[in-house]
């Protein structure tokens, strides 16, 4: 065991020990585990800071799935906590309210010319907002990776639009106001309200941008599976996040299924085998970041008790309980198997029952 001594530790602990951490996002590919890893993440947190912000940018929200509690676009405190507070955000709603969603208007021209800029300006007003709530650390649950890098290059999208609305302004000057209102977009939002709100954005994106930039303060968890498509999708998250220079040095591998004396079944051993294939290319290509492994369980991981017990495997890595051959081991298989044939009874029992009603 040597060799581990130089590998990063296997769990998440640096991340709680980072005291100037603010801004920890969460992404990956659809349905690998983001949420669940987000929230448990956001509970680890509320253990060592002294406020935590959980916030879903997806608009398909599973926040209020993982605590079994209904969270809206304002802070909620989870319950049983002190410190840990959750809110979901749609970050496409707020700019159809906002601007109208008149798709031939004119105002929607213009904001179909600079794509993403609605997106852009609401999680902009968004972070606006929570930078003045003052918590200690704020962890996002992303959406699948192409709309979290979307959300990273807010600021450089809306910089464009500011650009686009002055220059518009210039050349049109007054016509353009009149023109707003012609087209539907009413004294409340014309175009000096849409420059306004970009300019009173300009201060909190340049700082925000700055804190995103700065390893110090914001982290990228990146979760995974050991499965061909995650691996590769892992590794264009990596390489856009340099790009975007943004920090990223944790990985979690979740789902992983460990050489137990309880893998009897042979399509588990064949996907455990496929797993190994991916998870050794992990450790070879990410040997510089703290990888995370977590087990996949028999069941969902819902609720807080849930996610309390399984926050374990992000402090410890995972070790398979029983070693194989040993009488510990024959004594697990045994109760497996009679826990199965009782199932299958009972099932028979039922039935059988239910042929004899008809
Ligand atoms: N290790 C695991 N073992 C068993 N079930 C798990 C495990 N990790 C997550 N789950 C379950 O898998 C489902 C998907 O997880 P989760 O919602 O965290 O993924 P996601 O990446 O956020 O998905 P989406 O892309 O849809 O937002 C959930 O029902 C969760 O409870
Ligand atoms: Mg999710």
């Given at each position: 065991m040597g060799s581990s001594e130089e590998a990063p530790e296997g769990t998440v602990e640096n991340l709680l020990e980072q005291?100037?951490?603010?801004w920890v996002f969460v992404g990956g590919k659809g349905g690998v585990g983001k949420t669940t890893c987000s929230s448990i993440l956001s509970i680890l947190f509320a253990r060592v800071r002294s406020s935590v912000l959980i916030i879903s940018t997806?608009?398909?929200?599973?926040l209020s799935d993982a605590f079994q509690q209904r969270f809206t676009k304002t802070p909620t405190l989870v319950t049983g906590f002190s410190n840990l507070y959750a809110m979901e955000v749609d970050p496409n709603v707020e700019h159809e309210e906002s601007l109208?969603?008149?798709?031939?208007?004119f105002m929607s021209d213009l904001t179909n010319s600079i794509p993403g800029i609605d997106e852009a300006m609401s999680f902009a007003e968004m972070l606006k907002l929570v930078q003045t709530m003052d918590y200690s650390v704020i962890v996002f649950d992303t959406a699948p990776t192409g709309h979290t890098l979307r959300l990273l290059q807010f600021p450089a999208t809306l910089e464009k639009g500011l650009a686009k609305m002055m220059s518009l302004k210039n050349k049109f000057g007054g016509l353009f106001s009149q023109m707003t209102r012609l087209f539907g977009v009413g004294d409340d939002f014309g175009e000096d309200d849409i420059l306004g709100k970009l300019e009173g954005m300009k201060d909190v994106i340049q700082q925000v941008n700055k804190q995103f930039k700065d390893p110090d303060m914001t982290t990228f968890v990146c979760v995974c599976i050991p499965e061909f498509l995650s691996l590769y999708e892992t590794e264009r998250l990596v390489q856009e996040l340099t790009k975007f220079e943004i920090d990223t040095h944790n990985i979690i591998i979740n789902q992983v299924i460990f050489?137990?004396?309880?893998?009897?079944s042979k399509l588990l051993r064949a996907r455990m085998n496929m797993q190994q294939k991916y998870l050794d290319q992990f450790y070879v290509l990410y040997d510089d970041f703290h990888i995370t492994k977590l087990p996949l369980l028999p069941q969902e991981v819902c609720g807080i008790e849930a996610l309390q017990a399984f926050s374990y495997y992000f402090l410890s890595p995972y070790q398979a309980s029983i070693a194989r051959g040993t009488v510990e081991e024959l004594e697990q298989r045994v109760s497996i198997l009679r826990e199965q044939l009782q199932d299958a009874e009972a099932e028979l029992d039922r039935l059988r029952k239910g042929k004899q009603k008809f």
């Open positions: 005291d100037t951490l603010k997806d608009p398909a929200h599973n109208g969603s008149d798709s031939d208007g050489d137990e004396e309880v893998v009897e």
